[in-house]
């Protein structure tokens, strides 16, 4: 990653205002889609140096996010912060493996993994309504009331929530996209969450994982002077572009929401796997 160019500054914080503000409406954190520009714009970096980027970016997204819809009631806290715990040791594992990874390999892998995910939405595009979730033995309830009185009551297993996080984790820090482009979902089809409580919690989640995430890349060194940089031009971005986000979600429908995040999936797979093929 060379020296930037003026036009470079700008270019990057306004990349950065368009994943704050996409990754916070589908509470995917927004690393889904910054991870495939930054491979196609800078082919010659390696995976460590561009996860790193990723993950300090999506941890500033993650944050500003979270405190947006903290203000709205909509964050899970007790489930958040257990799902958070489970992430930490793959956080930790995946940020230490992403330097052992070619970077053919590399885009192979996250070109399969967002089209997979993609598929996945497009095949399970409905949401059961609230009324018509199963009650299960031994399954933990929640009750979270938003910021304009609205009542959410849902049910879930939360030991397939414990492990699911710790797969995320791994995911998440290995590939540097932050983990919302599974855990969001995983917390609608798997867990039953509300849409908008799903993306609100897995925000909150975001931000500690890719924390994580993002000191295990400092401790080990992949942030010298142009990983800094890029970093702090796409957080000013996002840190512009999240709480725009978040206060779009208000007016889009969760099945809305559903759609865009496996558009935006199915659209940077093929492209990145593209990459992979041309090798």
Not at 163 to 189: E, N
Not at 202 to 216: P, R
């Amino acid at each position: 990653m060379g020296p930037f160019t003026p036009g470079e500054y700008f270019w990057l914080i306004g990349l950065g205002v368009a994943v704050g503000l996409f990754g916070t409406l589908i509470g995917a954190g927004g690393g889904f889609a910054l991870m495939p520009i930054l491979l196609l714009v800078y082919p010659q970096a390696t995976p460590d140096e561009l996860t790193a980027i990723s993950l300090a970016v999506v941890f500033f997204n993650a944050l500003a996010g979270s405190e947006a819809y903290a203000f709205m009631g909509r964050i899970d806290y007790k489930s958040g912060l257990i799902f958070a715990a489970a992430t930490i040791p793959g956080a930790v594992i995946g940020a230490l493996n992403t330097s052992i990874v070619p970077r053919h390999l590399f885009n192979g892998i996250f070109g399969i993994l967002l089209m997979a995910v993609a598929i996945f939405l497009v095949l399970r595009p409905e949401i059961k309504p609230r009324s018509e979730l199963h009650v299960h033995r031994g399954h933990t309830w929640r009750v979270v009331t938003t910021a304009d009185g609205e009542r959410h009551y849902y049910n879930f297993n939360l030991y397939v929530g414990i492990g699911i996080s710790f797969v995320v984790g791994y995911l998440s820090s290995f590939l540097g996209i932050g983990g919302g482009i599974i855990h969001v979902p995983v917390l609608i089809y798997f867990l039953d969450f509300p849409v908008h409580i799903a993306t609100a919690t897995s925000h909150f989640v975001l931000a500690i994982m890719a924390l994580t995430g993002t000191a295990v890349h400092l401790w080990h060194g992949s942030f010298h002077t142009g990983v800094i940089r890029h970093t702090l031009c796409l957080g000013i971005g996002v840190l512009l572009g999240a709480p725009i986000g978040a206060q779009l979600s208000n007016r889009i429908q969760g099945p809305w929401i559903i759609r865009s995040l496996a558009l935006a999936l199915g659209l940077v797979g093929i492209r990145i796997s593209i990459m992979f093929f041309e090798h």
